[in-house]
């Protein structure tokens, strides 16, 4: 059947059953992504088994790495606005329904990462076999791009394991295990790796039917008046999360489902015009965007040995504590020091809720436990290949425990520290071998926080800085390598937005009523409520450090808090009051009107020293920047970080508004040096 073909991407075997298996390896490329030439020669290979149908066909990869990681993005990028891309999106689907249409049982085996259009694929066979492997994770993550399945799994799902479940699945973008996906009903068995491709084969052969169960309730949950009942609820509870004007992908992927009817043909019809629709959104742009960039940094750290096997912490504090709990989960050897033991227990604590958290297998837990150690002595510096001070904001009990611990150190281990806001060119005057020590910020909470500010300093050793890019990749962290001005990148951006909101709210206006403006335009948190959870006397330490450098003033709200004991979400009091983990909002009168300037008095600042880095080179370039920003604070994904979004709504535009605001509110508006760069232009 194939005699004198030859294909790049995919080699094809038939054993003596005559069963089908056909691997997937594209060339050139470390994982498996679906270009248009993969899926043009995959295509060649369907129309000739559907002339000639083996007894069963087996898909499968031939990356160690994984199956499938989904459509290739660069290319999708790429694609012409309008018809261009809506071809696209129809000729995936018409390569998936042949498939789905032969004539012969099809399964897919899937070992590793299984996503989007890697999904949609084995959702068009019949059968899905997956590897008890720890790294087999299966999922549609379109959503977090901006779009929603758009190669059939929205058709399909829902018919598959129910509308509830195929529902929740792609509107969280979530993936699951092996274990996970076969509880949902999206995955029929699963083998260990040694015996995939033979439990794949042995269900082509036998051809079991699907559990009666689950395709009744499959069929039910899709019937009409289920469906115009249940999708008002599923928009409801959408918008809860997340606003249809920032995010429009699962609001549009509800809608899609709501219309679809029991006809493939017209479901894959309303799939793929929803999804060109939204491809064409500045939300969809700008997430596949921050994808790229996030894919920049965790290129930071590759093909570099950072050559850390042991890390010394001293500080048990929240981030000391947690940064020495995170680095002992990710399977460092990790020792922790601080003045007593009754400070370093609590800290060991949370590392062993932290670890049976994400680890659950009791073996598991005590493994990483035992890698957690307390050390009030100080013994593990002489061991460590990196030693992280991560005591209080004080520049000179900083200096001075570096010249304790220098001394102890090993010849090339690393020194570094967690300092928030100080310069590191005044840290390392305390240091003797200033090529060896940087700053490694990390922010709160650590098992949450994907960033990690590397800091420079002008003495700092570019071999040091790569180490340290490649640790944070072996800890599952996304570097960003920064000047070491005060305050460096996220902090000197956040600080001016957080200090005007507790000025803001000084003059009266109700905290609720602020941070609602700000989720309005993005954030993910209010400032109020931002300030709480980062804790006040943390925003005041690195307020002091930076409001000279920035020309502001501290505002009066923080010291008062302070002075009354309450530190936010840590003591239960702050500007809010906290239960549970959560802030008690107070009402706010219905009639009660924000002030018209609330959001560019909020979010201007923000862009205004987010212009003043780009101008000082805190990073290297303008893409930079807003990965750090977005990564680091959350900053509005949807817009694409704040240069991209200065550029989307216009330089001009934005400083003459910052203009408008100083002459109401005071010379802290002024417009910083920067505004007239060409990086603002796009």
Known sequence: MFEGLRFQHWQIDIDAEDIATLTLDRAGSPVNALSRAVLDEFDQIVERLSFEPPRGLVIRSGKSAGFVVGADLKEFAGYEQGGSVIDQIRNGQAVFERLARLRCPTAVAIHGHCMGGGTELSLACNYRIASDDASTRIGLPEVKLGIFPGWGGSARLPRLIGAPKALEFMLTGRTASAASARALGLVDAIATPERLLDVAKEWVRRRPAPPFGRRALAWATNL???????????????????????????????????????????????????????????????????????????????????????????????????????????????????????????????????????????????AASRRLVADVEGAGVAEADLVIEAIFENLEAKQALYRQLEPRMKPGALLASNTSSIPLDELRAAVATPGR?????????????????????????????????????????????????????????????????????????????????????????????????????????????????????????????????????????????????????????????????????????????????????????????????????????FRGGPIAHIRAVGAATLEARLGALAARHGPRFTARPGWDSPALKG
């Open 224 to 366: 009409w008046p289920v469906r115009q009942a249940l999708a008002p609820v599923l928009r409801k509870q959408t918008a809860a999360k997340a606003r249809p004007e920032h995010y429009p992908a699962p609001f549009a992927l509800i809608e899609t489902w709501r219309r679809g009817g029991s006809s493939i043909r017209q479901r894959l019809d309303l799939e793929a015009r929803a999804v060109a629709k939204l491809a064409q959104t500045p939300t969809c742009r700008n997430l596949i965007r921050v994808f790229f960039l996030q894919e920049r940094l965790k290129a930071q750290g590759a093909g570099v040995e950072h050559g850390i096997v042991r890390i010394h912490v001293v500080g048990a504090g929240v981030m000391g504590g947690d940064i020495a709990a995170w680095a002992a989960l990710r399977g460092f050897e990790v020792t922790l020091q601080d003045r007593e033991d009754a400070y370093v227990r609590p800290a060991i604590e949370r590392g062993r809720a932290l670890f049976a958290k994400k680890l659950r297998a009791p073996e598991r837990v005590e």
């Open 437 to 637: 020590f940087l700053g490694l910020h990390y922010f709160n909470p650590v098992a949450l926080m994907p960033l990690v500010e590397i800091v420079r300093h002008d003495r700092l050793d570019p071999a040091a800085e790569k180490r340290a890019a490649a640790l944070c990749k072996a800890l599952d962290k996304l570097p960003i390598a920064v000047a070491g001005t005060p305050g460096f990148l996220v902090n000197r951006i956040l600080m001016p937005y957080l200090l005007e909101a507790i000025r803001i709210l000084k003059e009266g206006v109700p905290a609720p009523v602020i941070d609602k403006v700000a989720r309005k335009f993005g954030m993910p948190m209010g400032p109020i409520e931002l300030a709480d959870t980062i804790g006040l006397d943390v925003c005041a330490s690195v307020g002091r450090e930076l409001a000279p450098f920035l020309g502001l003033d501290l505002p009066e709200g923080i010291d008062t808090q302070l002075e009354a004991g309450h530190r936010g979400k840590k003591t239960g009091q702050g500007f809010y009051r906290w239960e549970n983990g959560k802030p008690v909002k107070p009402e706010v009168d219905p009639k009660y009107v924000a002030p018209a300037d609330l959001e560019d008095r909020l979010i201007l600042p923000l862009l205004n020293e987010a212009v003043a880095c780009l101008h000082d080179r805190v990073v290297d370039d303008a893409d930079l920047l807003d990965a750090g920003v977005i990564f680091g604070t959350g900053f509005a994904p």
